[in-house]
């Protein structure tokens, strides 16, 4: 079975700055997708960023980036200029790129709490 | 807006009393979840619908059940909560492609009483 791990709960990080949040996870499979989710307090969780396993290059999203690392099995999320909005809870998740029905469900890791200081 | 709506936003129901919780989408996403997740803890599945399809995680307790009588809504019943029942409960959906990730409802925190 996959394995997602969050190992920081909380990081704190300047308005204005740079901020890494790390996850690294389990499998045996090759093919696969990794995901990070934003859940702001009190609200719906959304879809950040996601990156296919076959391809070598870092998925990014404006002022959100990955460092996919695939034979270390990390998939850090980079956030740029930190504002305010990005306080929020962030998880990271994996899902088999095989099958369908119960191999689609997506895994997730703990969670960590980012804060932004102003 | 296409979109996963999950209702009541906030549920308190006594401890045993049978509840139910509500999904629609409008996305026509063929796979429908239901998550549990308790405070600073990782979102638990506990079952999902491929289509017409359940599927039961191995580990979900046999209090939890679920209805799904279209494809745009899907129910989250507990039989008989308990105080360890209590948590926000995710809805989510998506296309069976699985490069595709979810899309949430903004989730029903359930108090048990």
């Known amino acids: 079975a996959q394995t997602v791990t969050q190992s920081q709960p909380e990081m704190s990080v300047q308005e204005a700055e740079t901020v890494t949040l790390s996850c690294t996870y389990d499998?045996?499979?090759?093919?696969?997708?990794l995901f990070w989710y934003k859940q702001p307090p009190s609200r719906q969780m959304i879809l950040v960023i996601r990156q296919e396993a076959y391809k070598q290059q870092n998925a990014t999203e404006n002022r959100f980036s990955v460092n996919f690392q695939k034979a270390a099995k990390s998939f850090s999320l980079k956030i740029s200029d930190s504002q305010l909005g990005d306080a929020a809870m962030y998880f990271c998740?994996?899902?088999?790129?095989?099958?369908?029905?119960?191999?689609?469900?997506?895994?997730f890791g703990k969670g960590i709490t980012l804060s932004v200081r102003p | 807006d296409a979109m996963v709506i999950q209702n009541p936003r906030y549920q308190v129901t006594q401890f045993g009393k049978p509840v139910t919780l509500s999904c629609s989408q409008t996305l026509n996403h063929n796979v429908m979840y239901w998550y549990q997740q308790k405070s600073s803890q990782a979102p638990k599945l506990l079952f999902h619908?491929?289509?017409?399809?359940?599927?039961n995680e191995a580990d979900t307790p046999d209090n939890f059940q679920s209805r799904r009588p279209n494809t745009s809504f899907c129910f989250l019943d507990i039989r008989s909560p308990g105080l360890g029942d209590a948590a926000m409960y995710l809805c989510a959906t998506s296309r069976a492609l699985r490069a595709h990730g979810y899309t949430f409802g903004s989730g029903t925190r359930l108090t048990v009483v």
């Open positions: 998740a994996y899902r088999s790129a095989r099958g369908t029905g119960a191999n689609s469900k997506l895994t």
């Open positions: 499998t045996s499979e090759s093919d696969y997708y």
């Open positions: 619908y491929y289509d017409k399809d359940f599927n």
